[in-house]
Nanobody, 118 residues
Framework: QVQLVESGGNLVQPGGSLRLSCAAS????????MSWYRQAPGKERELVAGFTSVGGRTNYADSVRGRFTISRDNAKKMVFLQMNSLKPEDTAVYYCNARGAGFPINYWGQGTQVTVSS
């Protein structure tokens, strides 16, 4: 059974920080390209941050570049999203995604709610 389990979502004030975690199981973690997506009410799901390959280059949505950082720990089979200088418009459900490197397989986590509000 393949599972991606997100955690770390919370209510945070504007300007605050939060770190999301995604724990993977049931897969060969090093064979997957990891990414974070989010979906806010009334908006399309969007790529927030992701690796372009297993190797390690990253890309970010323009709206979060310079504030968010994606990282992975292969030994722990985890991927993280460090979010700094949070804004109300960052409020969304955040999803962890695992894409097979060189094979057509995708897995999604259940999502974790991030709410940025005073």
């Amino acid at each position: 059974q393949v599972q991606l389990v997100e955690s770390g979502g919370n209510l945070v004030q504007p300007g605050g920080s939060l770190r999301l975690s995604c724990a993977a199981s049931g897969l060969t973690f090093s064979s997957y390209v990891m990414s974070w997506y989010r979906q806010a009410p009334g908006k399309e799901r969007e790529l927030v941050a992701g690796f372009t390959s297993v190797g390690g280059r990253t890309n970010y949505a323009d709206s979060v570049r310079g504030r968010f950082t994606i990282s992975r720990d292969n030994a722990k089979k985890m991927v993280f999203l460090q979010m700094n200088s949070l804004k109300p418009e960052d409020t969304a459900v955040y999803y962890c995604n695992a894409r097979g490197a060189g094979f057509p397989i995708n897995y999604w986590g259940q999502g974790t709610q991030v709410t940025v509000s005073s």
